[in-house]
């Protein structure tokens, strides 16, 4: 589970700091006739009056076109080959009751990677068969649960598993399908992918290890190996990666169908959207085309059968419905060596979007309330958390009249920020609303002081015997 922390291009003034830039907003997202930007039919003060800010706004209709072009393109560039596809959703980017439901009503399958993703996706009613479990440490009781469930595939990450896997298929009388999770070498990032022999991280084994494995993994009756799997990276532009990657996998598939057949490769997801504008991440089709036709080219070359593909795409289909609602406390502008920087400050901040601050992540902020005349100006999106590098937009540009009491949104927010949500200075996590046909509706509560009192074992009015803390 890699990412990519890319210094920031410094981006110029726009020529309209109020424009919603459709590669970046999500999918029909406007200002209505006073201004306010509208998502999901909904505009954004009603949300913030309904249900104050921070609030994590999700658009269905987007999200879930998303998931089915993303379906289709991978099935379609599939079927151009003589194979077929499946895309999972992974689940780890944002996972909830109602995201399940939209992703498997698309025809999706889910990717999970803890026990707790699991029950998540159980409990929204998702079919155990449709799920594949990941996980480089996986709990001999998660991995109990996850046969005893009738997951899909198990995702061996290192050599011990194979045995945890099979003793806990073959004690459940089951035989458990799973994939090995393998390092191709190719480590890819926005815009640039690396290919190296091999790579210093903790996931999957080295390719050079996978006949030994699997040989492993064939010896024992409770298992079913169906296949490689492998992940390069995240925010991924284009297809070239992916094609390295999968020439390099199918090298290894080739050896192990000549032992019994091997039916399917799984390329993992890591498909990038543009947080800015100058993000251009190539569309979808391009990608499943490049990628499909690389697969075909190698399996021909190898005189192997084309497998079946899979593919676990989150970012790319959660992230642009999400945008994240503000409101401005304070405004206060710093001179630097670059002239002055306004610091806005929000009501939320690194415990809502940690991204900014954890990987040098890029986001577009716009004002959300009103559109303004001013001129723009360079600004900084901080958080109220202590900690200086509690930043939520590094830089942007805003109207100069931006100021407390307005609200600012910020594109892009639908993957990794509810997920990598933190309680950092006991601020409660905000709820997440989705809103579709001008309707809107909360998918996640949000956390109350309550909630956040409620597990404080230590404090004098709890009682001790009611939250476990005696034995
Ligand atoms: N499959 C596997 C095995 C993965 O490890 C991941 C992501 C995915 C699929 C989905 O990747 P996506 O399509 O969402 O890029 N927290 C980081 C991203 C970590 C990605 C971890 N693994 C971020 O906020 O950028």
Redesign the pocket.
Known sequence: ????ASVPALRGAPADADALDPTVWPEGAHRDQVGRIVVGGVDVETLATRFGTPLYVVDEHVARSRARRTRAAFERAAASVGTSATV?Y?G??FLSGAVVRWMTDEGLAI?V?TGGELAVALAAGADPARIGF?GNNKSVREIERAVAAGVGTI?IDSEVEVLRVADAAARAGRVQRVRL?VNSGVHASTHEFLATAHEDQK?GIALGDAGRVVAGIRSHDSLDFVGL?C?I????FDAAGFAESAERLLAVHAELSAVAPVPELNL?????IAYTELDRPAPIEEIADGIAHAVAAASARLGVPVPRLAF??????I?PAGITLYTVGTVKPVPTDEGWRHYVSVDGGMSDNI?TA??G?SYTVRLASRVSDEAAALVRVVGKHCESGDIVVDHDWLPHDVAPGDLVAVAATG???W??ASNYNHVPRPPVVAVSGGAARVIVRGESEEDLLARDAGLPDHDDDAHGVTA
Not at 233 to 236: A, F, R, T, V
Not at 268 to 272: D, E, K, N, R, W
């Open positions: 589970m890699s990412s990519s999972y992974a780890k980017a990717d990677a990941h995702i999770r996931f799997h992940h990276g995240s925010q991924i993992g997801g890591g498909f990038g676990e795409p989150g970012r790319s289909i992230g991204r954890m990987y992540a993957a990794y920020c997920s990598l």
